[in-house]
């Protein structure tokens, strides 16, 4: 069977990539994803939290104008805002952590509010005793409806003609004239291009294609959610302190909490570690007494990938003509997905459809 792209991988990365490419027109498209339903891995185990300035302005490009995309996005993806407005909180107990973050917001035009220890204290007075210089404040943040948006990149392709396989893993892929030629248990696909969106296993995969793929790190993440607590306020922003490394938001009447741990684990689906937990109490006293006895009521881990820089691989591979890169999102591909598939897709056209002008 000949197609013109085929992507491995049906989580964000990859369905975002379909979307845009199939609504550029473009036809001859599959997805291939190993697992019995899109999105079992980093995309459905995530915080749902979007955050519009991230680490680096590299990824705040992304990051922001992923955002604006959830807050109005395309109609045929939904006909309605993808992300809940509760506001998100970026704390720091450095000067130059708020300094960065303000710098940031700036220049990419993120709305934005600086909050001294009084004002941080009137948003989220249950963390008056935490340690913070004091915060700044976004109030187009809030928390994604990851279901939502996951489904709406894959019904959009769908409608417009892609095909979307689950229990596709790829076996092999090799060089095929100036396609690719890739092998799943009960199918041979030639490609014009193969795009390798496939988180934790993109190194994996890159090394079956034969090209020079970069030492991708896939770091297992805990995630905790704490008993009901009567002190829970639905509507409160979720808070991120930068500096201590920990993150929180309301959760179904409870907490939904990370303590950012990294570990280095293969790609699989990541078992919990049982010295998780401590971790986590031990990050959880820095925000102040109020948090020093929750009990947890369940946990979960997700691999987030990176590249040796911690930049987003975005782009043709410089060995093998034909294979593209969507891999090494680190956890922002929710928030980022619609500015990484539109990015994918107009490189990926630009070859594909040369221009003629």
Not at 166 to 187: C, I, K, N, P, Q
Not at 323 to 343: C, N, Q, R, Y
């Amino acid at each position: 069977m000949r197609v013109k792209v085929a992507i491995i991988g049906g989580g964000f990365a990859g369905a975002a990539t379909a979307f845009f490419l199939s609504r550029a027109g473009l036809d001859g498209i599959v997805v291939l994803e190993r697992e019995p339903v899109c999105g079992a891995h980093a995309s459905g185990r995530n915080a749902a939290m979007c955050r519009s300035v991230a680490e680096t302005s590299q990824w705040t490009a992304l990051t922001s104008r992923g955002a604006a995309l959830l807050r109005e996005p395309p109609p045929d993806l939904s006909p309605a805002p993808l992300v809940t407005r509760t506001g998100g909180i970026l704390v720091g107990t450095e000067r130059a952590t708020l300094a960065s973050v303000e710098a940031q917001a700036a220049a990419f035009g993120v709305r934005h509010q600086r909050l001294d220890r009084a004002g941080l204290d009137a948003r989220w007075p249950l963390l008056s005793g935490m340690a913070a210089e004091g915060a700044v404040s976004f109030p187009d943040d809030g928390v994604i409806d990851v279901h939502g948006l996951l489904q709406g990149y894959l019904r959009a392709s769908r409608a417009a003609g892609v095909e979307v396989v689950t229990g596709a893993e790829v076996l092999s892929m090799r060089m095929a004239g100036a396609g690719m030629e890739l092998t799943t248990r009960d199918r041979t696909l030639h490609a014009d291009c193969v795009v390798i969106a496939a988180g934790a296993w993109a190194g994996v995969l890159g090394a079956l294609a034969g090209a020079d793929a970069p030492p991708f790190a896939t770091l297992r993440r805990h995630l905790f959610v704490s008993a009901r607590d009567r002190r829970v306020d639905a509507d409160a922003p979720w808070l991120w302190h930068l500096d201590e490394g920990i993150y929180l938001r309301p959760e179904s009447g409870a907490w939904l909490l990370s303590a950012c741990d990294e570990d280095a684990h293969p790609p699989s689906a990541p078992e919990v570690s049982p010295v998780a937990l401590e971790h986590l109490a031990e990050r959880a006293a820095l925000l102040g007494p109020g948090m020093q006895s929750l009990s947890i009521a369940r946990s979960w881990a997700c691999l987030r990938t990176f590249t040796p820089d911690r930049r987003p691989l975005i782009g043709w591979d410089r060995q093998r003509r034909p294979l593209f890169w969507v891999a090494g999102l680190g956890g922002h591909g929710a928030t980022a997905s619609g500015a990484i598939g539109e990015l994918a897709a107009e490189s990926i056209l630009a070859r594909l459809r040369p221009s003629t002008g």
